[in-house]
């Protein structure tokens, strides 16, 4: 049960698009489409963004989006704004009823 | 609306036991399974423990054997019994309401409750 691996940071400026990783291994991230994100500003609860690895709750903006490819999950965010200014992670299911997240990605927006 | 708040965290030395709560409203909490995630300070979050609606429990390897999670459906309650607490385990503890609707994901989260370990 290794936390997956996201970076540390990631930034960009206002409207620009950035990708934050997710990378697992054959156990998680590589055998189900059960990748979700989640977003969390500072002393507030984590939000939903993604789940099945594409897929949009609803109400949440059409600007974040997910893929996956083998291994590695991504989430990217199009037309950066100042309020996506967060920490994200990424969640994957283990099996076994388990699951995994990752290390977390605090976004910039410069 | 959907709440979940969490409550009794602390400060507590090595060895010694610790029980968090979780109340929730808003939804019907039988039709749920329930989780606990922490975040020990300037880490990511890490998944703890899980209660199926049928309160089958599951463990992350890190906890299994120390930590019990267990839920009362009459109070709409979910609790986490935290045994031979070790600093490691100074996190802050959040429950959060598990949808396989939405792809076993976890839609709702409460605002967390701080656990100390600390000689």
């Known amino acids: 049960q290794s936390a997956l691996t996201q970076p540390a940071s990631v930034s960009g400026s206002p409207g620009q698009s950035i990708t934050i990783s997710c990378t697992g291994s054959?156990?998680?991230?590589?055998?189900?489409?059960?990748v979700s994100w989640y977003q969390r500003d500072p002393g507030k609860a984590p939000k939903l963004l993604i789940y099945?690895?594409?897929k949009r709750p609803s109400g949440v903006s059409n600007r974040f989006s997910g893929s996956k490819s083998g291994n590695t999950a991504s989430l990217t965010i199009s037309g950066l704004q100042a309020e996506d200014e967060a920490d994200y992670y990424c969640c994957s299911y283990a099996g076994s009823n388990t699951f995994v997240f990752g290390s977390g990605t605090t976004v910039t927006v410069l | 609306e959907v709440q979940l708040v969490e409550s009794g965290g602390g400060q507590v030395k090595p060895g010694e036991s610790l029980r968090l709560s979780c109340g929730a409203s808003?939804?019907?909490?039988?039709?749920?399974?329930m989780h606990w995630v922490r975040q020990a300070p300037g880490k990511g979050l890490e998944w703890v423990s899980s209660?199926?609606?049928?309160?089958?429990?599951f463990y992350a390897d890190s906890v299994r054997g120390r930590f019990t999670i267990s839920r009362d459906n009459a109070k709409s309650s979910l609790y986490l019994q935290l045994n031979s607490l070790r600093a490691e385990d100074t996190a802050v503890y959040y429950c959060?309401?598990?949808?396989?609707?939405?792809?076993?994901?976890?839609?709702?989260w409460g605002q967390g409750t701080l656990v100390t370990v600390s000689s």
């Open positions: 808003g939804f019907i909490f039988n039709n749920y399974n």
């Open positions: 099945e690895v594409t």
């Open positions: 054959r156990s998680d991230v590589g055998s189900y489409n059960l």
């Open positions: 209660v199926s609606t049928s309160s089958s429990t």
């Open positions: 959060a309401r598990y949808t396989s609707t939405l792809g076993a994901s976890f839609d709702y």
